[in-house]
């Protein structure tokens, strides 16, 4: 089965960190563009930060610099998101897609512009 599994979603105090994994199983990631989306209550979905194929070149949302870091280990099919510094309004369930592509494919882009997505890990930040 093809599919994107996200992981590392929890209830975290202000200015702690979180690293979310999301894993391909059934295909391989290295040809892959992969964005973590995130979707708040009553907020569109947002994109957050995405990694290249190929080259691993990053973008990041403004509010998301110097904060996040986006990672990719191709020998674990897996991409990661590191966060630091996380505050309440980072709280929203975090997604990742992927593409397959050799082009630069930052910033995040509608929803059909991608080939799989995950089911979402839910990130909370309160104290």
């Known amino acids: 089965q093809l599919q994107l599994v996200e992981s590392g979603g929890d209830l975290v105090q202000p200015g702690g960190s979180l690293r979310l994994s999301c894993a391909a199983s059934?295909?391989?990631?290295?040809?892959?563009?992969i964005t973590w989306f995130r979707q708040a209550p009553g907020k569109e979905r947002e994109g957050v930060s995405c990694?290249?194929?190929?080259?691993?070149?990053?973008y990041y949302a403004d509010s998301m610099k110097g904060r996040f870091t986006i990672s990719r280990d191709n020998a674990k099919n897996t991409v990661y998101l590191q966060m630091n510094s996380l505050k309440p309004e980072d709280t929203a369930v975090y997604y990742c897609?992927?593409?397959?592509?050799?082009?630069?494919?930052?910033?995040?882009?509608?929803?059909?512009?991608?080939?799989?997505w995950g089911q979402g890990t839910q990130v909370t930040v309160s104290s």
């Open positions: 990694i290249n194929s190929g080259d691993g070149r990053t």
């Open positions: 059934g295909f391989t990631l290295d040809y892959y563009a």
């Open positions: 897609a992927a593409k397959r592509t050799g082009n630069w494919y930052c910033p995040a882009r509608p929803g059909n512009a991608y080939d799989y």
